[in-house]
């Protein structure tokens, strides 16, 4: 038996073994391995939502983002959103990209949405790393699109492209 699948074995008898696992997923079991471990726990876990968030909490930032990563195929519904709002707030630019991905872009509200996606354009992130932005792109994400190419060009700076194509 592989690492991975004693590891996914014992999430899926004690959904608790995720928190000494998910650390050393990747390094023992490879590169999709935390995503496989993400999907036992949220079938294993009384409360996936809740032990889902906990995995977040406890994570470093690569462990969160692969959480991130994974919410679209963990079946949790809206229940996951704090763990997007989080990311949306720091300043790791992974971390932002993964929350404005296909669960973020499912989820959160268009104020929300539209919010990360400025963010996104602050940070340098390209567009194209938006889910679901041509579907959610209204016109009031247009007008704050505007404001800030407006307030790019008045400071001499420029814009970045991937602005100005929305525009």
């Known amino acids: 038996m592989t690492w991975l699948a004693r590891a996914v074995a014992d999430v899926e008898r004690d959904p608790e073994t995720v928190h000494a696992l998910f650390p050393r997923?990747?390094?023992?079991?490879?590169?999709?391995?935390?995503?496989?471990?993400?999907?036992?726990?949220?079938?294993?876990?009384?409360?996936?939502?809740?032990?889902?968030?906990?995995?977040?909490?406890?994570?470093?930032?690569?462990?969160?983002?692969?959480?991130?990563?994974?919410?679209?195929?963990?079946?949790?519904?809206?229940?996951?959103?704090?763990?997007?709002?989080?990311?949306?707030?720091?300043n790791d630019t992974r971390l932002v990209a993964a929350a404005l991905g296909p669960y973020g872009s499912a989820w959160l509200d268009d104020h929300a949405f539209r919010q990360g996606v400025l963010k996104c354009v602050f940070m340098s992130v390209p567009l194209a790393s938006v889910e679901g932005l041509d579907r959610r792109f209204d016109e009031e994400?247009?007008?704050m699109l505007a404001d800030f190419a407006a307030e790019r060009r008045a400071a001499g700076r420029p814009v970045p492209p991937d602005v100005l194509e929305r525009l």
């Open 25 to 90: 997923a990747a390094r023992d079991g490879g590169p999709s391995a935390r995503v496989e471990l993400l999907r036992a726990l949220a079938k294993a876990a009384p409360e996936p939502a809740e032990a889902v968030t906990r995995l977040y909490w406890q994570g470093d930032a690569a462990e969160r983002l692969d959480i991130l990563r994974a919410l679209p195929d963990l079946d949790l519904g809206p229940a996951a959103l704090p763990l997007v709002h989080d990311a949306l707030r720091t």
């Open 141 to 143: 994400l247009r007008r």
